[in-house]
């Protein structure tokens, strides 16, 4: 979970661009709380530079607050992939 200025500023699909390049599967989506969720899976220095990454957001972010947290969400073996708000 990701919170801040996360909404409005390209964070989706810099995220899935970050993490296609990290060669990570999951995906990211929008809350109506106005944070960004991210379900991720890949090696773990891949997870951990994605984690730095996330951190900072890409340059119209302000990244205020990152919880990480064990999920039983199922992640398919797709391409990392942007998902509808929930």
């Known amino acids: ?3 801040g200025r996360v909404q409005g500023v390209f964070f989706r699909a810099w995220t899935r661009g970050v993490a296609r390049e990290l060669g990570l599967r999951g995906s990211v989506r929008n809350r109506r709380d106005g944070s960004v969720e ?3 899976l890949g090696s773990v220095e ?3 530079e994605f984690e730095e990454r996330i951190r900072m957001g890409p340059p119209a972010a302000h990244v205020v607050e990152f919880e990480k947290v064990s999920s039983t969400h199922t992640i398919g073996d797709g391409p990392f992939e942007v998902l509808p708000t929930i």
């Open 1 to 3: 979970m990701v919170k």
């Open 38 to 40: 991210a379900h991720v």
């Open 46 to 48: 891949s997870v951990s």
